[in-house]
């Protein structure tokens, strides 16, 4: 079966800093990979997708960055980071076949910038 | 461009009692639908969705939900809440799986 990775589970980060939280996913090759941020009070937004290595489409402009390394392994980046920042970071990656396809996410990252 | 509207950012109800959960959806193409739940410091997880056929699409924890095409509505629904089922619900649509627009989020809050 297909199971998703996340870590950290959380982190606290000085402003300024720099950031990088890793996704894996086991089961599957090839998969399509997402990135998500779930800011407080708020609910996900897209940040960016992969559907292949070196392949990343970025949805809004931000201070973040998204790479894949490996077929498997999504990272998402910043050289340093911002109070707006902060949030809860979701990867996921699109699973299944027919009526079973759907997106499929991960535990998340707890992300606090102070 | 799609986007999902869940106007009730919090929802407190009794124990055993009924719930609707209201989802609004905006697109100019056909979409599917879904609801995912989020319990407190986990990922998201599939309640339900809906790809075509029966417009009463049923999920898992007892919860339903009914695609409503005229009024773009997906409202999920329990006929009988319980104290588990506390947590975030999401309501979202994608076209083609490969994109998903999320609501904000609807909190339930079930009392004893």
């Known amino acids: 079966s297909q199971t998703i990775h996340q870590w950290p589970a959380t982190l606290v980060q000085p402003v300024g800093s720099p950031l990088s939280l890793e996704c894996t996913v086991e089961g599957t090759s090839n998969p399509n990979l997402y990135w998500y941020r779930q800011a407080a009070g708020r609910g996900l937004q897209l940040l960016f997708y992969s559907v292949g290595i070196g392949q990343i489409s970025s949805e809004v402009p931000q201070n973040l960055s998204a790479s894949r390394p490996q077929d498997r392994q999504f990272i998402l980046s910043s050289k340093k980071l911002l109070l707006s920042d902060s949030g809860f970071y979701l990867c996921?990656?699109?699973?299944?076949?027919?009526?079973?396809?759907?997106?499929?996410f991960g535990p998340g990252t707890r992300l606090l910038v102070l | 461009a799609q986007s999902v509207t869940q106007l009730d950012s919090q929802v407190p109800v009794f124990e055993e009692a009924p719930v609707e959960l209201r989802c609004n959806y905006s697109?100019?193409?056909?979409?599917?639908l879904f609801w995912y739940v989020q319990y407190p410091n986990q990922g998201l997880q599939l309640l339900l969705k809906y790809l075509s056929g029966s417009t009463l699409v049923k999920g898992i924890n007892g919860f339903e939900a009914e695609f409503n095409k005229s009024q773009t509505s997906f409202h999920l629904r329990k006929p009988s809440v319980h104290i588990s089922d506390t947590a975030e619900y999401f309501c979202?649509?994608?076209?083609?799986?490969?994109?998903?627009?999320f609501g904000s989020g609807t909190k339930l809050n079930v009392k004893p």
């Open positions: 697109s100019s193409v056909s979409v599917y």
């Open positions: 996921a990656w699109r699973g299944g076949l027919g009526a079973s396809e759907t997106q499929y």
């Open positions: 979202a649509v994608s076209v083609g799986f490969n994109k998903f627009y």
